[in-house]
């Protein structure tokens, strides 16, 4: 079955501590896999993703993730978080063969302590 | 710069009420997506068409709710009769197929009273 976990509803880190955030996945193939960011009142945006290549993929706000199949994870990373990065995180995977189909964690919110 | 544009932004409606959210897609993009966010059950995904042509509605209540693309501009998401339980966000998204990252709009927040 396809499905995609983040096992944490909620991270809490200081403002200037590294993070990572986590996404298991499960797929028959080789997945494509997205991190979106969801601000208060905002709708989603593209940080990055991964479709093939180099497994450390880098993407916007200084943001990256790593691609390990052996670990079926693409962990989301930053060395220094700011308190503008609280947010809620998603991970998704695009099912190829279900119509391409948008498969999503249920997502990981990011309070940041000053 | 090209963004999904959904109106409106927000809409307070009286149970029994028709709503009608629109959304213009990404000129080119040939992937919509329709979907409900709430506090319970995340993101859900209502209806997903491909040039205009519905893909799949599966997670759509189809006695009260109808999403159309009249045409390659314009995606509607219909719900008639409204109630409170449809209280939510909802996103919509675009895309294309091959590069088939989505591109949310700001979403339409509903409140039905």
């Known amino acids: 079955a396809q499905s995609v976990t983040q096992p944490d509803i909620h991270i809490t880190v200081s403002e200037g501590a590294s993070l990572e955030l986590r996404c298991n996945y499960s797929y028959g193939a080789t997945p494509y896999l997205f991190w979106y960011v969801q601000s208060p009142g905002q709708g989603l945006q593209l940080l990055l993703k991964y479709f093939s290549g180099d497994t450390l993929v880098q993407g916007i706000k200084g943001f990256e993730a790593e691609f390990k199949r052996s670990q079926s994870s693409f962990n989301l990373r930053k060395p220094s978080v700011h308190w503008s990065d609280a947010a809620e995180y998603f991970c998704a995977l695009l099912a190829r063969d279900s119509n391409y189909q948008l498969i999503w964690g249920a997502g990981t919110k990011l309070i940041i302590k000053p | 710069d090209a963004r999904v544009t959904q109106t409106p932004r927000h809409k307070v409606t009286e149970m029994g009420q028709e709503v009608t959210m629109r959304c213009q897609p990404i000129l080119g993009h040939n992937t919509v997506f329709w979907y409900r966010q709430t506090m319970m059950q995340g993101l859900e995904l209502l209806a997903y068409?491909?040039?205009?042509?519905?893909?799949?509605d599966s997670g759509m209540p189809k006695d009260r709710f109808s999403a159309e693309m009249p045409d390659a501009t314009l995606a509607t998401l219909k719900i008639q009769p409204s109630e409170p339980r449809d209280s939510a966000v909802y996103f919509c998204?675009?895309?294309?197929?091959?590069?088939?990252?989505?591109?949310f709009g700001q979403g339409t927040r509903l409140t039905v009273v």
């Open positions: 068409f491909r040039n205009r042509a519905p893909l799949d």
């Open positions: 998204a675009s895309g294309l197929e091959a590069n088939t990252e989505a591109f």
